[in-house]
């Protein structure tokens, strides 16, 4: 399901703040400088920073194909005109790189959570606009509840289950989105693996190994990678799809945030400004003379 674009009648606003620190570092590295980004995180955090895609390089330089640092990046994005903070806070947001053998095995993990922080407290009455971002965003109706000071929401397709949070803290907003594709990762492997896998396994037993006991073994055996490959390759694909469309999610919702801090800022001078008025009373302006009319 591909997210809808929520509309926008606002100019631009600045790229991704700088997010909380995710909740298990100990994947991490040191320093980011430490980390080398991939050809999709390359792009992602182009974009991210420049809000211009059209305007970027689509993969990483022909001598870079084992990733980039964070300092590459930036070098990169200096020669392309963008600020090398915005390149920083962009890259902050994606998660920490996967160390796990069964994780990088299968092709990435099915779980995504990303975190970041908006300017300004979102006024409690304006959580739930917030959170209607990923309603719109995603198309699924889902839950929401009060939490903690903050607002909660979840939602699912069946297959894969959705839950965002917008939480104030000090003359900030912490806001975090999170996505469970453990049930299309299992269809993939299950589905098309175990397919591809038992269709090569057919054709070699009657073509190579015959259809003893001994031949059927030898079969599945020989067709097992195969079908594993295959479903590995489709999995993969699809989950930095759905890394881009939960980065695109939570950047609506920090954009909205902050929108909606800004417009109760708005509310609150003008309401001063007529409290004044309508308290002292509007005096006429003097004339020429000194005198009032």
């Given at each position: 399901?591909?997210?809808?674009?929520?509309a926008?009648?606002?100019?631009?606003?600045?790229?991704?703040?700088?997010?909380?620190?995710?909740?298990?570092?100990?994947?991490?590295?040191?320093n980011?400088?430490?980390?080398r980004?991939?050809d999709?995180?390359?792009?992602?955090?182009?974009?991210?920073?420049?809000e211009?895609?059209?305007?970027?390089p689509?993969?990483l330089p022909?001598?870079?194909?084992?990733?980039?640092?964070?300092?590459?990046?930036?070098?990169?994005?200096?020669e392309v005109?963008?600020?090398?903070?915005?390149?920083?806070?962009?890259?902050?947001?994606?998660?920490?790189?996967?160390?796990?053998?069964?994780?990088?095995?299968?092709?990435?993990?099915?779980?995504?959570?990303?975190e970041?922080?908006?300017?300004?407290?979102?006024?409690?009455e304006e959580?739930?606009?917030?959170?209607?971002?990923a309603?719109?965003?995603?198309?699924i109706?889902?839950?929401?509840?009060?939490?903690?000071?903050?607002?909660?929401?979840?939602?699912?397709?069946?297959?894969?289950?959705?839950?965002?949070?917008?939480?104030?803290?000090?003359?900030?907003?912490?806001?975090?989105?999170?996505?469970?594709?453990?049930?299309?990762?299992?269809?993939?492997?299950?589905?098309?693996g175990?397919?591809?896998?038992?269709?090569?396994?057919?054709?070699?037993?009657?073509?190579?190994?015959?259809?003893?006991?001994?031949?059927?073994?030898?079969?599945?055996l020989?067709?097992?990678?195969?079908?594993?490959?295959?479903?590995?390759?489709?999995?993969?694909?699809s989950?930095?799809?759905y890394?881009?469309?939960?980065?695109?999610?939570?950047?609506?919702?920090r954009?909205?945030?902050?929108?909606a801090?800004?417009?109760?800022?708005?509310?609150?001078?003008?309401?001063?400004?007529?409290?004044?008025?309508?308290?002292?009373?509007?005096?006429?302006?003097?004339?020429?003379?000194?005198?009032?009319?």
């Amino acid at each position: 399901m591909e997210f809808q674009g929520v509309a926008r009648s606002r100019s631009v606003r600045p790229p991704l703040a700088l997010p909380m620190p995710p909740t298990d570092t100990s994947s991490m590295p040191r320093n980011q400088d430490e980390r080398r980004y991939s050809d999709e995180e390359f792009a992602v955090i182009l974009r991210t920073a420049s809000e211009t895609p059209e305007a970027l390089p689509p993969t990483l330089p022909p001598d870079s194909q084992d990733g980039l640092t964070l300092s590459e990046i930036t070098e990169i994005a200096q020669e392309v005109g963008i600020d090398p903070e915005k390149v920083s806070r962009a890259a902050a947001l994606l998660p920490p790189s996967e160390t796990s053998a069964l994780t990088k095995l299968i092709g990435g993990g099915p779980r995504y959570r990303m975190e970041c922080t908006a300017q300004g407290a979102v006024p409690t009455e304006e959580l739930r606009r917030v959170v209607e971002v990923a309603r719109t965003t995603t198309g699924i109706q889902g839950e929401t509840r009060e939490v903690l000071g903050g607002v909660e929401w979840t939602g699912s397709t069946g297959t894969t289950g959705y839950g965002v949070s917008v939480t104030p803290r000090g003359d900030e907003t912490h806001l975090q989105a999170s996505a469970n594709h453990t049930e299309v990762m299992a269809g993939i492997y299950g589905g098309v693996g175990m397919g591809v896998m038992g269709a090569i396994s057919l054709t070699l037993a009657k073509l190579v190994f015959g259809e003893s006991d001994a031949g059927i073994i030898a079969s599945i055996l020989s067709g097992a990678p195969a079908g594993f490959l295959v479903a590995r390759t489709v999995w993969t694909r699809s989950a930095k799809r759905y890394r881009r469309r939960l980065l695109h999610l939570l950047d609506l919702m920090r954009r909205e945030a902050e929108d909606a801090v800004e417009d109760a800022g708005s509310e609150n001078a003008v309401e001063e400004v007529t409290g004044r008025l309508g308290g002292d009373g509007v005096k006429d302006a003097p004339d020429e003379a000194g005198e009032e009319r």
